[in-house]
């Protein structure tokens, strides 16, 4: 099974310090290109740190994040990286359209028609001429979703992107990722929802800052001698059993 | 520098303005509404003094209300994450600060060019200079004002901290910039205070817009000076926005 494509995002011995706290403990992974890698774990497990780091605005106390064959955070990555934060960071006093055209704006070969597209996949097509602070909470988190979409990077890296969304929603921005896969593109997404978890090509799971799994959906519930995802991440985060590949 | 970035940045920043109707009212309504206050309170007994006061605070009010309305903005961009987020895309760091300084000298322009119909037009304001050399000392303090409000941002955690650096940073220079005590009736150590604030010297430039007919020495090497302060403003205010945070 084992390939040797470049990894799109590779962690190596990575070490974060927050406030007083280490939140994670030399962290290794990679991550290959053009797939859907799923982060998961328990609340305060060091998920969006780990994302912060590979996106390259978090201090890194020791350890190196290569993206795309360059240090975490390089000048040439910032028009590949996309990056949705967990709490939505869009203008609150500007219509979701204005958010949309102006991040596009930001970024060569992206067009007002492409912002409008964008709109439209994330289904805010109707409320394009509405205020952010006037949208309700998951629409808030469409918006923010649809700023990060609009510059088509190489590799996306997105925080709870479907936190409030209803089951319909929630399935057509997975196929969303899935589509986006396919064409290549490198998609890490963190989340709380199992059945989530199960649409991805591979799960990292982090406990306490130090990687338990890193393996397929189906290699972990095999591993675990669980039948679902649930109850295989239980086990994981109950016993400290790792899953980990090669 | 990128011309498309700071374009789009400008709009965006006079869109959010644009969508606040109340701030834009105060904005266009409030210099000529205290200008008129003056005239009452000076033009029937001392017609000279509502002369200097009025020439002065067209200087000032720009200052003040694009110090508070920029520190308040950059505020909003640090705390909900659009900076950090807008730090991750292709846009500079120059985009940025440009992007607020063009939209809010434009923002100036138009305050200061209604603030100066009223007072030449209906209070009866006259100046020996002109008064596009009094509407471009008015910019000019705009500006400056918008970078410190800027820099101020970085020190303040709340939107109640950055309403309390008005006074600490406007209050000293309206004080001593010589429109309640001359300059030279100063003690000393007053006048090394005030030399070392920039507002004495847009107040200075625009006296000399109210003496002379045509632009004098003094008042280049004036805003010579403002703009070297707007400058060094700037420069410290970039040092304030990183990339990578704890
Ligand atoms: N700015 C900060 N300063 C100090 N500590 C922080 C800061 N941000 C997060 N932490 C701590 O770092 C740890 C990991 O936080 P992180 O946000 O990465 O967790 P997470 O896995 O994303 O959690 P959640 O699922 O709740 O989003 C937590 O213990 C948290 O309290
Ligand atoms: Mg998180």
């Known amino acids: ?246 | 520098m990128n011309g498309k970035i700071l374009a789009s940045t400008v709009r965006r920043v006079l869109n959010q303005l644009r969508h606040d109707h109340r701030t834009v009212g105060l904005l266009v309504v409030v210099p000529p509404l205290l200008l008129t206050l003056l005239y009452y309170m000076y033009y029937e007994d001392s017609p000279l003094v509502f002369q200097r006061i009025a020439l002065t605070m067209l200087g000032i009010f720009p200052f003040i209300i694009m110090f508070l309305i920029t520190s308040i903005a950059m505020l909003r961009e640090r705390t909900t994450g659009t900076l950090e987020r807008l730090l991750t895309t292709p846009m500079g760091k120059v985009d940025l600060l440009f992007g607020y300084g063009t939209a809010f000298g434009l923002a100036a322009a138009i305050q200061a060019s209604i603030a100066c119909a009223v007072a030449y037009l209906f209070l009866g304001l006259q100046t020996q200079g002109s008064v596009g050399l009094v509407i471009l000392i008015a910019i000019a303090n705009a500006v400056l004002g918008m970078a410190l409000g800027l820099l101020a941002s970085a020190f303040a955690r709340t939107e109640f901290q950055a309403v309390q650096f008005m006074p600490l940073i406007v209050a000293p220079q309206l004080l001593l910039c010589g429109l309640f005590v001359a300059r030279e009736n100063m003690a000393g150590w007053l006048q090394a205070i005030a030399n070392a604030l920039p507002m004495t010297y847009s107040v200075e430039a625009l006296t000399e817009v109210g003496r002379y007919a045509e632009p004098t020495a003094t008042l280049w090497k004036d805003l010579g000076i403002v703009a070297g302060c707007v400058v060094v403003a700037l420069v410290l205010a970039s040092a304030t926005l990183r990339r990578r945070t704890d």
């Open chain 1, 1 to 246: 099974m084992t390939t040797t494509v470049a990894p799109a995002i590779e962690v190596r011995d990575l070490v974060v310090r927050r406030g007083k706290r280490e939140v994670l403990h030399g962290l290794t992974c990679t991550i290959p290109p053009g797939s859907v890698t799923g982060l998961l774990g328990p609340s305060g497990s060091g998920k969006t740190t780990l994302m912060r780091s590979i996106v390259g605005v978090q201090k890194v106390e020791r350890g190196t994040v290569t993206v795309l064959g360059r240090p975490a955070g390089s000048a040439a990555l910032r028009s590949q990286v996309g990056y949705l934060t967990q709490a939505p960071s869009v203008y609150a006093d500007l219509t979701v359209r204005e958010n949309v055209r102006y991040f596009a704006s930001l970024y060569k070969g992206v067009s007002t028609a492409d912002a409008d597209a964008v709109l439209e996949s994330v289904g805010l097509a109707d409320h394009a001429t509405q205020l952010v602070r006037d949208l309700s909470g998951g629409q808030r988190a469409r918006a923010n979703l649809a700023c990060t979409l609009v510059s088509r990077p190489t590799v996306l890296i997105l925080d709870e992107p479907t936190v409030g969304q209803d089951p319909v929603l929630r399935d057509e921005l997975w196929r969303q990722f899935r589509a986006l896969a396919a064409e290549g593109v490198t998609v890490l997404v963190s989340s709380h929802v199992m059945d989530e978890a199960g649409r991805c090509d591979r799960l990292l799971l982090i406990r306490e800052g130090t990687l338990v799994a890193d393996e397929r959906p189906d290699v972990i519930t095999a591993a675990t001698g669980t039948t679902d995802l649930e109850a295989a991440f239980l086990h994981l985060i109950r016993t400290g059993q790792t899953v980990m590949s090669s």
